[in-house]
Every structure is written in C-alpha cells, then in structure tokens.
C-alpha cells in the first residue's frame, strides 16, 4: 500500500508561529499533494508537487519533496486561527496514477 | 468550478437497513469518482473507484456486495451500503480528480444503530 504516515499526528502552536507537518511514504509516485480537512468535512486541495520538483511555494504554503527520502514536507508560515484543521498528505499509484491514497493526518491547532 | 455535491450530509438508520449516498458533480463531468471512508481521528481508506457505464474497482478487503457502487451517469455515483451493521458507521467521502487533484464532496456521517 501507498499509505504514508505523518508527523506530528498533532500539533498546537501559538497564531503567528510557523507549523510545520512531515510525511512519509513508501513507493514510487507521480506526484505528491496536501489536503486540508476541517472537522466532519470533505477535503480541500491545498498544494499539488511532482516527483522532478523539490519546492514548492503557494501564498503562506511551503512544500517540499525528498524522493530520495520518500518524504515530503509542509509549512504554513505565520499561522491564524483559522488554520486549525487536520492536514493530510496524499500520493498517487504509480502504476494506477488515478488512484491516491492518504496519509495519517496532522491535526492542527492554533491558539488565538 | 469543480464542485462535488454530497448528499445526504448526516444519515441514521437501523441495522438491516441499506442506504444510499449520493455524489454529484455539479459543474463538470466526472467518469470516474472515488469512495473513501474515514474513520474517527484516522486517514481516508480508499474503497472504490467508481467508473461511469461500467463496473466500480474495489481495494482490497472492501465488500462489493456490501458497498454497491452505481455510475450511471457522467455527473453522479451513487454508493449504497447493504443490510447496514452498527461496525459501518462511519464518515463516507466521494471524490472527483480535475486537473490533476481530488475535488471532494463534504461526506456523509453514517450512524447505524
């Protein structure tokens, strides 16, 4: 299975810290993406990277990609209160690249 | 654009009982659509990948005849969960790729009692 594993599976800052959430996975990928989930909700895609890049950047959004590591990380920077919200890392299937499965989860909480 | 309509948002019902989730998307055309199951505190678990006009794809260890999966259309699936046991509630996702991302509906809260 492609199903990573995130890191932290939660955490809780001040507003204005920076939060930052890791993801590992275990296979070959096409590209990586991060989603966000806030409680008893659908998903939203936040930020999509593919397997040649090794940043990315959108708005307040940092994402990096370690093929070699099979890891990726995402940064939020300068946080808010509404970023509260479980964040989840998601890879497609290299052989079936329609599929994607996800990660664990962080769960994000930030303090007023 | 791309949005995925979900219905119905909140569902109870009792054991025995089967019930039907619907997907829509409402402003495109989805020939494929994913389920998802999320259990309380955990990730997505992909059940099944919904194909229009033919059979739906099932992961592994997921019941086909337990979770029936109809695309009859390019702009809905609809999943039914047959003879329903209190272990399938649960918070149930569909799912449309565009452009290369998932477009999610905002789930459906199962509770069989």
């Known amino acids: 299975s492609q199903q990573g594993e995130e890191d932290p599976q939660a955490l809780s800052i001040q507003e204005g810290e920076n939060a930052t959430m890791n993801c590992s996975y275990k296979?070959?990928?096409?590209?990586l993406q991060w989603y966000r989930q806030n409680s008893g909700r659908g998903l939203v895609h936040l930020i999509l990277?593919?397997?040649?890049?090794r940043e990315k950047h959108s708005g307040r959004l940092r994402v990096t990609l370690d093929t070699s590591k099979k890891s990726s990380s995402l940064l939020i920077t300068a946080s808010r209160a509404a970023d509260t919200a479980s964040y989840f890392c998601?890879?497609?299937?290299?052989?079936?690249?329609?599929?994607?499965?996800f990660g664990s989860g962080t769960k994000l909480n930030v303090k007023p | 654009g791309a949005v995925v309509s979900q219905h119905p948002s909140r569902v109870i019902c009792k054991s025995g009982t089967s019930v039907k989730i619907e997907c829509r998307s409402l402003?495109?055309?989805?020939?494929?659509m994913f389920w998802y199951r999320q259990f309380p505190k955990k990730s997505l678990m992909l059940m099944a990948t919904?194909?229009?006009?033919?059979?739906?794809?099932?992961e592994q260890g997921v019941e086909k005849d337990k979770f029936l999966i109809n695309h009859a259309s390019l702009t809905l699936s609809t999943l039914t969960v047959t003879s329903a046991h209190p272990e399938d509630s649960s918070f149930y996702i569909c799912?449309?790729?565009?452009?290369?991302?998932?477009?999610f509906g905002n789930g459906t809260r199962l509770t069989v009692t």
């Open positions: 799912s449309a790729r565009v452009r290369g991302s998932l477009h």
């Open positions: 296979t070959s990928i096409n590209n």
């Open positions: 990277i593919r397997s040649n890049e």
């Open positions: 998601a890879t497609d299937d290299v052989p079936n690249f329609n599929k994607f499965y």
């Open positions: 402003d495109f055309q989805a020939t494929t």
């Open positions: 919904s194909n229009e006009g033919s059979k739906a794809t099932y």
